[in-house]
């Protein structure tokens, strides 16, 4: 046997830490993150939203805290001391029409997010054929406050994560929306002036002319989106007036009964999604951290 094949993959000598995968200050950086941290945040989102979020930050410390105990860094009861001092928190606000959550391990914040504003029982398939479409939701962000925003990979997993349930298909088009998304968040991260990176604009700009099928956007739709584009953006951060901030303004007007007025064009309080055309709107702003956030639940 050579020494090649003899060659064992190198253990993992430093457990995942919240600096790893998280936004945060020095002061929680360098903590690892434990099973304990993770089953409370887990639990805090259940009880805040009723499930925990697909991409989140209770998801994504659940997979680091597996992977820490599998390789024997962090033992199973083990919890860190803002959790078991401070507790974890999901909290809830509305703005402009949108919920916005926030979840925090103790006073650092590890993500914010945009939700539609709609029961989980309430039933997609119920929702008019004349509801916001996907492609609609898209050409919206496209004149939003985020338009003229450089196209990142979050932007690029979001887009493509709302084409493929537009199309029903499991994977991205050759030359479709996704692509086009995916092409422009690798081209922006070159050296180059800001005024010549692509824009969010330039690629949803009649998005409905360029997805091959188009659908009305459901709550599940809308978390799929926010879900991609939370699982790349480090500070856990939903893009106000972005791709999923869209998707759940649009989940949130069909379900809640919005869509017999799209006749005459449906006006969100930051987005507008009429019937022919489009017209430029405000950004949503979140919050900021400091002031009341609202309903919330916290677990120590």
Do not use: C, W
């Not at 430093?14 to 936004?23: A, R």
């Not at 209770?58 to 078991?84: F, H, K, P, W, Y």
């Not at 887009?159 to 994977?171: D, F, K, S, V, W």
């Amino acid at each position: 046997m050579s020494q090649e094949q003899q060659k064992k993959p190198e253990a993992q000598k430093e457990p995942i830490k919240y600096g790893d995968v998280f936004s945060v200050s020095e002061e929680l950086a360098s903590k690892p993150i434990t099973p304990r941290d993770a089953a409370l945040m887990q639990a805090t989102e259940n009880q805040a939203l009723g499930q925990t979020q697909k991409g989140g930050p209770a998801a994504v410390m659940q997979s680091a805290a597996t992977v820490n105990v599998g390789a024997g860094l962090v033992s199973r009861g083990d919890i860190s001391d803002e959790a078991r001092d401070q507790g974890v928190s999901v909290s809830e606000t509305k703005v402009d029409g949108n919920r916005v959550i926030t979840e925090s391990v103790g006073k650092h914040v590890v993500g914010q997010f945009v939700e539609p504003d709609v029961p989980i029982s309430t039933p997609g398939a119920a929702l008019d054929r004349d509801a916001i479409t996907i492609g609609e939701a898209l050409e919206a962000s496209a004149v939003a406050g985020a338009s003229d925003k450089p196209v990142d990979e979050s932007d690029a997993a979001a887009i493509q994560a709302a084409e493929i349930r537009a199309t029903g298909r499991n994977q991205t088009e050759p030359g479709g929306l996704g692509a086009t998304a995916q092409s422009a968040a690798t081209r922006n991260t070159r050296t180059m002036p800001a005024s010549q990176k692509t824009t969010l604009s330039d690629v949803l700009t009649d998005a409905r002319v360029k997805l091959s099928a188009d659908k009305v956007v459901t709550r599940e739709d809308a978390e799929g989106v926010i879900g991609a584009e939370l699982r790349n953006k480090m500070d856990m951060r939903t893009t106000p007036g972005g791709v999923a901030a869209s998707m759940a303004a649009a989940a949130t007007l069909n379900q809640n009964s919005y869509f017999p007025y799209l006749e005459k064009g449906v006006m969100h309080e930051h987005f507008n999604f009429p019937a022919h055309g489009l017209v430029n709107v405000s950004p949503v702003s979140l919050p900021e951290l400091d002031q009341d956030m609202g309903s919330g639940y916290t677990i120590s």
